[in-house]
């Protein structure tokens, strides 16, 4: 049996590109958009995880301490791309790292709070930055800005976590009045490639 590990949430600390709100689905659709520098539309072509030293920051109060840390469980995600919805990529493919996932030579699993996951073939919606430290793209705000498309083509978000899973069976996303992201309903790409051009259109990027 494997063995798997279930990270508190005080580790969001240690991970530099994985720090997020449990409340992020409130944040406005705008502040989403902005904060990523791409949005893609793609297809999982192949996935792997295994053990990895990386260079990571460490919070001290208010300061951030780059350092190595010990060998750590990452996944390394490529997706072929469909369309970019937001910013510039000229490449077929695109390479994301995610702390977590499953081993399959060791027999262990790192599971995190923000942990996604997808089969080959799954389309997706990722709302990316780039990670200087690791040379590859990790979305901007763990599971709650990776999505699968179902065949309305609505954005369902991922997510590895069962009891968030289990609280919200549809596990979509819909904008509210105000602006923010709320699980119910949907969000659909043409309504997510309106409220980009809206952005793009006012100056905002």
């Known amino acids: 049996m494997k063995n798997k590990t279930m990270i508190n949430v005080l580790m969001l600390l240690l991970i530099p590109f994985q720090s997020h709100s449990s409340t992020v689905t409130e944040r406005a659709l705008g502040d989403e958009i902005t904060e990523a520098t791409l949005i893609i539309k793609g297809n999982l072509i192949s996935k792997l995880s295994k053990m990895e030293e990386m260079p990571r920051y460490l919070r001290n ?19 072929s791309i469909e369309e970019v919805l937001k910013g510039k990529y000229s490449h077929n493919n695109i390479k994301l790292m995610m702390l977590g996932g499953c081993d399959e030579d060791l027999g262990y699993c790192a599971d995190y709070s923000f942990n996604y996951d997808y089969e080959n073939g799954e389309k997706a919606v990722l709302f990316l930055k780039y990670n200087n430290l690791n040379k590859a793209y990790q979305t901007t705000q ?7 498309i179902n065949e309305n083509d609505i954005l369902v978000r991922k997510s590895t976590v069962v009891d968030e899973l289990e609280s919200n069976e549809e596990n979509n996303l819909s904008i509210d009045d105000d602006g923010n992201f709320v699980a119910k309903d949907s969000i659909t790409i043409s309504v997510l490639k309106s409220e980009i051009g809206k ?3 006012n100056g905002e990027k």
């Open 61 to 79: 109060g208010e300061k951030e301490l780059l350092t190595t840390v010990p060998r750590s469980i990452f996944t390394t995600f490529i997706f």
């Open 142 to 148: 763990g599971s709650y800005t990776a999505f699968s």
């Open 199 to 201: 952005l793009e259109n």
